[in-house]
C-alpha cells in the first residue's frame, strides 16, 4: 500500500496563491505518474495537473500559466504551486499516485478562495 498525505490547503483570496504539497510514504517501489485532482461541490472529480517520473506534465485548460506541478522523485513528493487564483478554483484537492497498475489517493485538502 501506498500512503499520500496531502498538506497547504486553505483560505486564499482572489489573485493570491497557495501551495500544495503530498508526500508518499510505504510500500513504494516506482511511482510512475503523480498529479492532483479537484472536485468542486455538485461537480465531478476533474485533472488539474499531472507529472511523470520523467518530468512530463499536464495541466487542465484551466490552470494553464497558473499553475505548476514539480516533483521530486527521491523524496517521493509532489507540488502544485497555485498562483492567480480564483474563486472557481474552489475545491477540495486529492493528490493522486500510480504505481504498477494501481492508482491511490490522498485525503484530500480544502483550497477556498474568496472574491
Known amino acids: 500500500q501506498v500512503q499520500l498525505v496531502e498538506s497547504g490547503g486553505g483560505l486564499a483570496q482572489a489573485g493570491g496563491s497557495l501551495r500544495l504539497s503530498c508526500a508518499a510514504s510505504?510500500?513504494?517501489?516506482?511511482?510512475?505518474?503523480m498529479g492532483w485532482y479537484r472536485q468542486a461541490p455538485g461537480k465531478q472529480r476533474e485533472l488539474v495537473a499531472s507529472?511523470?517520473?520523467?518530468?512530463?506534465?499536464n495541466y487542465a485548460d484551466s490552470v494553464k500559466g497558473r499553475f505548476t506541478i514539480s516533483r521530486d522523485n527521491a523524496k517521493n513528493t509532489v507540488w502544485l504551486q497555485m498562483n492567480s487564483l480564483k474563486p472557481e478554483d474552489t475545491a477540495v484537492y486529492y493528490c493522486?499516485?500510480?504505481?504498477?497498475?494501481?492508482?491511490?489517493w490522498g485525503q484530500g485538502t480544502q483550497v477556498t478562495v474568496s472574491s
Open positions: 493522486n499516485a500510480g504505481q504498477l497498475g494501481f492508482g491511490y
Open positions: 510505504g510500500r513504494i517501489f516506482s511511482i510512475n505518474s
Open positions: 507529472i511523470t517520473s520523467g518530468g512530463s506534465t
